[in-house]
């Protein structure tokens, strides 16, 4: 099956410094990525919708430039959390899609990002 | 907006079945999923059933779905302690456009 990886799969920074995210789909080409973040005995929030080679979707009340992403390629997606703070301490989980519309997402392993 | 609502957690003992429940807002949804997350690890999709069905059955799970009542149902059978997991329902498709919205997940406990 499709797989997709993240790196790194833990993070630990201090208070004001930025941290990236890779989401990489190793088999396939993703023409859509998304990122989502995970809070303790929640649902999944969808961030964004990354689509390669144009500028991502942001959800809203997700900040933008607080939330970096980058879809360079159809295999690799960033996210980097810009001056990060302890509320932004969350699991952050990516899934591909092989084309818009496509039923399945895979999912990456997901990001523990810890700031302290 | 719209909106998917899940039990938290559920209890079962080692060989009965399991019976996770969820409800969903989006009348309109094309597709509903049931997804499966182990401790520490991201979500694997275990199956999902189009809008125009009111069943599926893969193996050990069974998923059935209510329109009218916007009700989707996963029954494992046999449980064993592997199935220990947080269970994702989710829904596609509608006015959320090709947006996934999750509920908060089931965790569900197996006892030997």
């Known amino acids: 099956g499709a797989v997709v990886s993240q790196h790194p799969s833990r993070v630990i920074c201090k208070s004001g410094t930025s941290v990236k995210i890779e989401c990489r789909s190793l088999?396939?080409?993703?023409?859509?990525m998304f990122w989502y973040r995970q809070f303790p005995k929640k649902s999944l929030m969808l961030m964004a919708t990354s689509n390669e080679g144009s500028k991502a979707t942001y959800e809203q009340g997700v900040e933008k430039d607080k939330f970096l992403i980058n879809h360079a390629s159809l295999t690799l997606s960033t996210l980097t959390v810009t001056s990060a703070h302890p509320e932004d301490s969350s699991f952050y989980i990516c899934s591909a899609k092989y084309r818009t519309g496509e039923s399945e997402q895979f999912f990456g392993p997901g990001t523990r990002l810890t700031v302290l | 907006g719209e909106d998917v609502e899940q039990s938290l957690f559920l209890s079962v003992r080692e060989g009965d079945s399991s019976v996770i429940n969820c409800t969903y807002t989006?009348?309109?949804?094309?597709?509903l999923y049931w997804y499966k997350q182990e401790p520490g690890a991201g979500l694997q999709l275990l199956t999902y059933i189009f809008s125009n069905m009111d069943m599926k059955q893969d193996q050990r799970l069974t998923v059935l779905l209510n329109k009218k009542d916007k009700h989707l149902s996963l029954r494992i059978a046999d449980t064993q302690t592997g199935d220990s997991a947080i269970y994702f329902c989710?829904?596609?498709?509608?006015?959320?456009?090709?947006?996934?919205?999750f509920g908060a997940g089931t965790r569900l406990f197996v006892k030997a």
């Open positions: 989006d009348s309109s949804s094309t597709y």
């Open positions: 088999d396939f080409q993703a023409t859509t």
């Open positions: 989710a829904s596609e498709g509608g006015t959320g456009g090709f947006k996934t919205i």
